[in-house]
């Protein structure tokens, strides 16, 4: 039978430590910081590598503010797509739908801002954007006519990418990508 003493030792021991190591990660391991993020100027930004290849995939400016700016100059609605790197559904949205060929047509008609959640984490806030990827549809003056959360489908978009632009201008994008697929 082991010494009652020395297990008494050892357990306080133990416990002492715990605690103590308990006491240290709480006030050095918990601390929250909401840093900023230096951003690199705003680019044309292609969302898929086969897309990007091939010449003919949506076109992005990244970052809401400079899409804003941009959306005001040329008096065009935007599209806003918040999207993270490590999101394995964003990346399934970004292969399935945003490739639809009528969606990549009607994208020349919007101003199509890429969000990342990583490095644009204010904009997120602003959006009040949780899940990823969140599609938002703004007018030129930037308030919000639709909203989806999660991967919506190509027949979704493309429909309510029609609604919110002009009938001429619809027609004008079909036909350029009629001319383009051909």
């Not at 949205?93 to 047509?105: K, M, Y």
């Not at 806030?125 to 999660?150: H, Q, S, Y």
């Not at 027949?155 to 697929?181: F, G, N």
Request: with cysteine; net charge negative.
């Amino acid at each position: 039978m082991p010494d009652p003493t020395l297990f008494n030792l050892i357990s306080r021991w133990v416990a002492g430590t715990a605690g103590l190591l308990i006491v240290l990660v709480v006030w050095a391991g918990f601390e929250i910081r909401d840093e900023a993020v230096e951003s690199p100027p705003p680019r044309p930004v292609r969302l898929s590598a086969t897309t990007q290849e091939q010449g003919n995939g949506i076109e992005y400016v990244e970052g809401y503010e400079a899409g804003l700016r941009r959306a005001a100059v040329e008096n065009r609605p935007i599209l806003v797509i918040f999207r993270a790197a490590w999101c394995h559904w964003c990346a399934e949205f970004a292969h399935g739908p945003l490739v639809d060929r009528r969606l990549v047509g009607l994208s020349r008609e919007f101003i199509c801002v890429m969000v990342d959640a990583d490095r644009h984490a204010t904009d997120c806030r602003r959006f009040g954007v949780k899940e990823f990827p969140t599609v938002i549809m703004l007018t030129t003056e930037g308030d919000e006519c639709r909203r989806w959360t999660g991967c919506p489908s190509a027949d979704e978009l493309v429909s309510a990418m029609t609604e919110t632009l002009p009938t001429a201008r619809v027609a004008a994008a079909v036909e350029d990508d009629a001319a383009t697929t051909r």
